[in-house]
């Protein structure tokens, strides 16, 4: 389909891309209601960074809450949304043979002032995630609640402001970003596409 062609040319180009056209207006609208849901019932942890036994909180570089959609139990506007992922996931593989096989996704809420600090998407530790992919959920958003979304394409950056229904998705090896503070609470969904880690394949870690 061409919007999800256009977007993956834009991504093979710069390393980045941005539309507002991939998801149902009522998808938005559901999910934007069901995180709102989700926060006031207290479902989030603080997010943190490192995996496995180098997992910290560490507010002084992200103070953002998650909630792990669990692909078991998805609702029906998460089903929505693994849907047109699941479409995107076949375009990027049948246009960059990126190979990627699966995605994690989390809600992520940045209350006021909250912010992630410069970084990559690829931990030094795990080598899985290939694409990241944020979709915004607020509606009435405006560029002077801040929040944006900043996306650094070498010492230039393009700024990306969380209104709902935008996404943007990004190489998660490559392109540093980060999350500027917002004046309001930021509701958000964020997702990696990935390929198996080769430390997955347990036969071959013995060899390397
Ligand atoms: C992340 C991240 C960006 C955003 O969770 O790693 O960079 O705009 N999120 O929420
Ligand atoms: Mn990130």
């Not at 710069?14 to 926060?39: K, N, Y």
């Not at 998460?78 to 096989?101: I, K, P, S, W």
């Not at 405006?142 to 709902?164: H, K, W």
């Not at 190489?171 to 390929?195: C, M, N, Q």
Request: aromatic residues 12%; contains cysteine; proline residues 3%.
């Amino acid at each position: 389909m061409e919007i999800y062609s256009t977007l993956v040319d834009h991504l093979a180009e710069h390393g980045w891309a941005v539309t507002s056209e991939l998801f149902a207006p009522e998808t938005i609208t559901d999910l934007a209601a069901e995180v709102r849901t989700l926060w006031g019932a207290a479902a989030f942890k603080a997010a943190g960074v490192g995996r496995g036994a180098d997992f910290q909180t560490r507010a002084d570089i992200r103070s953002d809450h998650i909630l792990w959609l669990d692909d078991k139990k998805l609702t029906a506007p998460q089903a929505a949304y693994c849907q047109t992922l699941e479409t995107l996931r076949h375009e990027l593989n049948a246009q960059l043979f990126v190979g990627v096989q699966e995605l994690e996704a989390h809600y992520a809420v940045y209350p006021p002032g909250a912010f992630y600090q410069k970084h990559v998407d690829r931990f030094s530790t795990a080598d899985e995630r290939i694409i990241s992919c944020s979709l915004y959920l607020n509606p009435d958003w405006s560029e002077a609640d801040g929040g944006a979304l900043r996306l650094y394409e070498g010492e230039n950056f393009i700024e990306v402001s969380p209104q709902a229904g935008t996404f943007a998705i990004f190489r998660s090896d490559a392109i540093y970003h980060e999350v500027l503070p917002a004046t309001r609470e930021r509701f958000s969904l964020t997702g990696w596409f990935k390929r198996r880690s080769l430390q997955h394949y347990s036969g071959l870690s013995s060899q390397v």
